[in-house]
Nanobody, 123 residues
Framework: QVQLVESGGGLVQAGGSLRLSCEVS????????IGWFRQAPGKEREFVAS????????YYGNSVKGRFTISRDNAKNTVYLQMNSLKPEDTAVYYC????????????????WGQGTQVTVSS
């Protein structure tokens, strides 16, 4: 069974950067499409970015395009989310999730989830 562990969250000032990591164990890492989602208090879970198992396909949510970059290192079984030009509205718990092979934008398409990591952006 696949397990996902997020790390790298924290407190940062607006305009700053953070890099989140999602370490995946169980199964064949390159066979998993990985997505990042976030959820702020009182709001629905929002799609942030996803990458296919091969790394060839990526998708981004409209609110993060041009600021966030998703990448994967298949040698380290890890997917990264580089977040630049952070805004207070990026404050949320960030989750990574796995599904078979392909990237996707809907949370319902993902089968396994991590516990989340808190990102707080101060103004």
């Amino acid at each position: 069974q696949v397990q996902l562990v997020e790390s790298g969250g924290g407190l940062v000032q607006a305009g700053g950067s953070l890099r989140l990591s999602c370490e995946v164990s169980g199964g064949t890492f390159s066979s998993y499409g990985i997505g990042w989602f976030r959820q702020a208090p009182g709001k629905e879970r929002e799609f942030v970015a996803s990458v296919s198992g091969s790394g060839d396909n990526t998708y981004y949510g409209n609110s993060v395009k041009g600021r966030f970059t998703i990448s994967r290192d298949n040698a380290k079984n890890t997917v990264y989310l580089q977040m630049n030009s952070l805004k207070p509205e990026d404050t949320a718990v960030y989750y990574c999730a796995a599904r078979a092979y392909q990237a996707a934008t809907l949370s319902s398409r993902f089968d396994s989830w991590g516990q989340g990591t808190q990102v707080t952006v101060s103004s």
